[in-house]
């Protein structure tokens, strides 16, 4: 007997009193298991369920199209972004753009996007994750904060956070690719450093690990790395309606030579 978790989500249009029993009726004469139930944002609910018969989620399907006052949004395997929603409560914003997946929270949503970016950073092998935000915003501290989430080691190859951090080298104990977190500051390596940075930076590029790189967009205009060896942007605001620019930051001398 293999059991599998399922996602349930649906809109209520009529609230009306009873509803959320007779959702739960439903299951529990299909004998399907609910592991965790949360209103997602305004009139959406979620739950986390648990079976072992396919079969019986066909039949849910088929029988909450019945069910007045409700529309199913959602009835599948869950996703990390999935669980996530039920944990917190609310949804993650995301669109797709240059053909990268991007991810957009505020300030206020630090714990979701802690535990998001947490949950891309147990992954194992190579991925490059994008931060975009104004200064002071907390794209270094949600971070580090997600590496402690992930139990996995940092290691800052470019920061702003106290002081300006350029590296030239790694330790060894830095290359052990398996718990490690690379931390670049797209304006500082690429701005504010020299050709021996440069070159660290293209040497962790290539290593199967995770790399979050603030300032993405100034890191692809003066690299010869594309927004195609990005696997995701995240975008953190003060507030939605607040202006991501790099207009001020003009193209420096130490450029990454792409000849």
Known sequence: MVLEDWYLEYH???DRPGLLGDIASL?????????????????????????????????????LRKV????????????????????????IERESNENVKTYKFTRAQLGILVDFLGELLKKEG?????????????KTESIVAASVY????????????LRQTIRYRLEEDELATDNMVYLIDGIVSTLRSNEQ??????????LPAPK?????????RETEFGWEHFDRIIELRNSPEEEISYQMIQTGFSSFDIS
């Open 126 to 138: 190579n991925q490059v994750i994008g931060i975009r935000g104004m200064p002071r915003v907390g």
């Open 212 to 220: 979050v790189i603030e300032h993405p967009d100034i890191f692809v």
């Open 68 to 91: 007045e006052n409700i529309t199913v949004t959602a009835l599948r395997q869950p996703t990390v972004i999935d669980r996530l929603a039920l944990r917190h409560g609310m949804f």
């Open 27 to 63: 299951l529990g004469m299909l004998s399907i298991n609910i592991l965790t139930v949360n209103g997602v944002e305004n009139k959406n609910r979620g739950f986390l369920l648990q079976t072992d018969d396919r079969q019986k989620i066909s039949a849910l399907r088929s029988m």
């Open 150 to 161: 992930a139990n996995k080691r940092w290691s800052f190859v470019s920061s702003t956070l």
């Open 197 to 206: 940075h440069h070159s660290l930076v293209r040497e962790i590029m290539r």
């Open 12 to 14: 209520i249009h009529k």
